[in-house]
């Protein structure tokens, strides 16, 4: 069972950055894909970004040109560089570990908040 934590949240103004990063207690090769999903109160989980093995990036239409995912297969992390930030960016962030048809492995996830 690979163990994902997160770290990187807090508290940030609009327009401003924050880079968070996803550490994995095994290969992330053994996956098919890594994933950044966030959920915010009273809403569903959703896809912010995925990597797949081969290095194919997928984006939300919402943070397409603002947000960026990376690995450095190395260490087994996964980043995600979030520009532009937005207050409608506040959620709960994700780091995933995905094979396709299973359930996706879960960080216990990081508290963003973007401030007006």
């Known amino acids: 069972q690979v163990q994902l934590v997160e770290s990187g949240g807090g508290l940030v103004q609009a327009g401003g950055s924050l880079r968070l990063s996803c550490a994995a207690s095994g290969s992330i090769f053994s996956f098919n894909a890594m994933g950044w999903y966030r959920q915010a109160p009273g809403n569903k989980r959703e896809l912010v970004a995925r990597i797949t093995s081969g290095g194919s990036r997928v984006y939300a239409e919402s943070v397409k040109g603002r947000f960026t995912i990376s690995r450095d297969t190395t260490k087994n992390m996964v980043y995600l560089q979030m520009n532009s930030l937005r207050p409608e960016d506040t959620a709960v962030y994700y780091c995933?570990?995905?094979?396709?048809?299973?359930?996706?492995?879960w960080g216990q996830g990081t508290q963003v908040t973007v401030s007006s």
């Open positions: 995933a570990a995905e094979n396709w048809n299973t359930d996706p492995h």
